[in-house]
């Protein structure tokens, strides 16, 4: 464990993008406590990712200032829906040049006319 030191003020880390327990180590080592509103067992939690923080990072807060993250998204923003695209059903049928492909035709077959 880092012991930093003993100044009167810190700067806020970056938390965003870190799962929840490298984001309680580097509060603990930096000097600063955190708070997380929408995980009530946040000193549980462990693989959930933060998506945002206040204050953000870089700015000197007082040394144990609390600084809040957000593990979910707030209604309206962030998630953007580029999730998994799983395959549709019905496929659409084969068919076109494809069904033509699939035919071999007998060469000794009489031409109808």
Known sequence: MLIPPKTPEVRVPRFVGLMAVDARETAMAQGVLLAAPDRPDFHRAVVDYVVRQYPPPGVE?????????????????????????????????????????????????????
């Not at 144990?64 to 695209?85: N, P």
């Not at 799983?86 to 068919?95: A, K, Q």
């Not at 492909?101 to 009489?110: G, W």
Request: no cysteine; net charge negative.
């Open 61 to 113: 807060v007082p040394r144990g200032a609390v600084v809040t993250v957000w593990f979910d998204f707030a209604e309206g923003e962030g998630g953007g829906g580029a999730g998994v695209r799983e395959p549709r059903v019905p496929r659409p049928g084969g068919g076109g040049l494809q069904r033509e492909l699939d035919r071999r035709p007998d060469p000794f077959e009489p031409i109808a006319m």
